[in-house]
């Protein structure tokens, strides 16, 4: 069934949404994007999406086309026509189409940003059967730019990444620099946990700074378990009790192989499963 997706002002049925070729989210990756999951039809974290999207914008220098309280009635009433239960709202904010191919970037007040958002449909996506048995990695050199921090749509290193994994028979790759030292997953932030002390690498220019990562650290406080922020190889990870990535659509996801080493007792462990617990059940009480 087609979906109604948004396209600078209008809703659309997918096929006739059209954004120009000469559009710098197209030709130059000069754009950035959010994805929010959605639990019984509200939205997670969102407020938290909100202001990651404006700090990505104006580390950008470039403009919100429109204000937050349109961006809230965008992803709802999305949600709403498209009759999502479960799923995610993707958000990408563009520097818009100057008319022409160009490095230089255009006048903000001559050419407006766009802005388009759609949903996907994943029904059960709580209950994702991934999570019961957990996911194996690989690592592979983080060779991505140096603005990590910045949540732009250049994702064709992270694309081969996950290909690399595939190819792998794994699941999914970690990115390691400096030494195997790690930075994050493909599309998650990483962590590992060893005597029950939760380790997860420090916020910098060098990793998304996940909205999943801030609400774990903050639950995981909040009951009393140990949080490290610090750099860790995929060594110590190898040699941990269990390893977990976060994100919006994946939420706490399972880690329980890396570079073909199997961690702890090759299982999810307790400390994950009950992180992913306490996160669902939270953001489910927090959505809105
Ligand atoms: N990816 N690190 C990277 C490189 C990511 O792409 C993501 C999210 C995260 C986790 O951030 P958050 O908890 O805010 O989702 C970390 C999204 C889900 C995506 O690209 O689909």
Not at 53 to 74: C, F, G, K, N
Not at 106 to 134: E, H
Not at 228 to 248: G, I, P, W
């Amino acid at each position: 069934m087609s979906r109604t997706v948004y396209v600078n002002g209008e809703y659309l049925p997918e096929e006739e949404a059209k954004i120009s070729i000469f559009d710098r989210g197209f030709l130059m990756a000069d754009a950035v994007y959010e994805v929010t999951s959605v639990l019984g039809g509200k939205l997670i974290d969102f407020a938290g999406h909100a202001e990651r999207l404006h700090r990505s914008l104006a580390l950008l220098d470039m403009r919100q086309p429109v204000t937050d309280e349109e961006l809230l009635a965008i992803h709802r009433e999305l949600v709403a026509r498209n009759g999502i239960e479960d799923g995610l709202v993707y958000l990408q904010v563009t520097r818009g189409n100057p008319g022409d191919r160009d490095f230089a970037f255009p006048d903000p007040d001559q050419v407006k940003a766009g802005i388009v958002l759609f949903t996907q449909s994943k029904p059960g996506l709580a209950d994702n059967p991934a999570a019961k048995v957990g996911m194996k990695v690989i690592s592979i050199p983080d060779i991505r730019w140096g603005r990590r921090d910045i949540k732009t749509v250049q994702l064709l290193y992270p694309s081969i990444g996950k290909m690399m994994a595939k190819k792998a028979g794994c699941d999914d790759a970690w990115f390691v620099e400096d030494e195997g030292v790690v930075t994050e997953g493909t599309s998650n932030n990483a962590y590992i946990v060893k005597g029950g002390k939760i380790v997860t690498r420090q916020l910098s220019e060098d990793i998304l700074h996940g909205i999943t990562r801030a609400a774990i650290l903050r639950f995981a406080r909040e009951a009393q378990m140990v949080v490290e922020e610090r750099a860790f190889t995929v060594a110590e990870a190898q040699a941990a009790d269990e390893a977990f990535v976060t994100s919006a659509s994946a939420f706490v996801m399972p880690v329980v192989e890396i570079d073909g080493v199997a961690l702890g007792s090759g299982e999810p462990g307790p400390v994950t499963r009950r992180l992913r617990e306490i996160y669902l059940e939270e953001s489910r009480k927090a959505a809105i």
